[in-house]
């Protein structure tokens, strides 16, 4: 049976604090005396029988933020919405009922990337929506689960997650066939799991790009050639059960904050050295934390609310510079 509905995706005075070169570690970072991320609330409330169940956030230059919603837990259509710094919310592309829109980026020029997973092979794989324009599949993807989405630093690269295959494609964003750039064990789902997902997120940072994956509960790095072709791969951390997508603190940082879904339901904080801790739980209103992103100090947390009684929303805290700064030694 095929998976239809999956739990699926500036502080330049620190950058040389927090970034160092990753290294694989299953340790977990010990107790500290501050939270690493403070006053969390509700920015934005969702009607999950409407089919908002968020999975994936941008975060755009005007400090808008784009969402992709799943629809198929609600059985309604997905949609893509932007919310603007003050919460108004726009619908950007609305999709057919018992498809999915997973993942989303943004290109330099403001078109907006996003993947659709579909039974319709007319629909499944990347989608492209130009400024000013209409919605297009930029590629076809196989049968799968087309998840993650991100773009590379000179805009010409999407990197697109399968689930299901455990594979990431490449993308060209001026067009033609997507190829298969990395496939392999480390991106496989454990086909022992009652939910059958493998690599997830896909962020494209400092020249790497960075992918989770759910089942195996592992942050990996991998290097992109001059080629354009994948390096070895880096396990950056374990021993992070569930995890879905996760962003940076900045562009210059290693420092990840990731997203566990359920049933862990927990953010936890990955620092540069692979140490891990938890930093946000249900005791902060966490309801199926599907990823996070980063805006200046703060972090937003989108919530699909897969489980009664569905609080899907979008949270909003301050990210505590001190106390990462002073995160617990590896042991």
């Known amino acids: 049976m095929r998976i239809r509905f999956a739990h699926a995706a500036a502080v330049p005075a620190l950058a040389a604090v927090l970034v160092s070169t990753p290294s694989a570690s299953a340790a977990t970072g010990g107790d500290r005396t501050q ?14 029988a409407s089919g908002d169940s968020p999975e994936n956030i941008t975060v755009n230059p005007d400090g808008s933020l784009t969402l992709s919603m799943l629809g198929v837990p609600a059985n309604k259509p997905p949609k893509l919405v932007r919310i603007t710094a003050s919460g108004q919310r726009t619908t950007l592309v609305g999709g057919h009922l018992g498809d999915q829109i997973t993942g989303n980026t943004r290109g330099n020029d403001g078109t907006v990337y996003y993947n659709v997973d579909s039974d319709d ?9 130009p400024p000013h324009g209409r919605p297009q599949r930029l590629a076809v993807l196989p049968d799968g689960l087309p998840n993650g989405l991100a773009i590379d630093q000179a805009g010409r690269t999407l990197y697109a997650a399968d689930s299901l295959n455990g ?27 009652s939910l059958k997902l493998g690599v997830n997120g896909v962020r494209f940072h400092q020249g790497g790009v960075w992918v989770s994956n759910f089942n195996q509960g592992t942050l990996l790095r991998i ?3 001059a080629h354009e072709t994948p390096g070895p791969i880096c396990t950056v951390a374990d021993n992070l059960p569930d995890l879905d ?12 904050f990731a997203a566990q879904n359920d049933p862990t339901d927990r953010v936890s904080v990955v620092h540069p050295n692979g140490t891990h801790e938890s930093a946000l739980t249900v005791d ?6 599907t990823t996070t992103a980063v805006r200046g100090n703060q972090l937003f947390i989108a919530n699909a609310g897969f489980n009664t009684p569905h609080d899907a929303k979008l949270q909003r805290g ?10 617990p030694r590896h042991h």
């Open 35 to 48: 939270p690493v991320i403070t006053r969390v609330k509700t920015a934005t409330a969702f009607d999950f």
């Open 121 to 129: 092979a007319s629909r499944n794989g990347t989608w492209k929506l």
């Open 167 to 193: 594979t990431v494609w490449a993308v060209p964003v001026s067009g033609g066939a997507a190829r298969i750039w990395l496939t392999g064990p480390e991106l496989a789902p454990d086909p022992n799991a």
């Open 223 to 225: 290097p992109v050639t």
């Open 245 to 256: 997508d996760f962003s940076f603190l900045n562009n210059r940082s290693d420092t990840v």
């Open 284 to 289: 902060d209103g966490l309801a199926s934390p």
């Open 318 to 327: 301050t990210i505590n510079l001190d106390a990462l700064t002073t995160h």
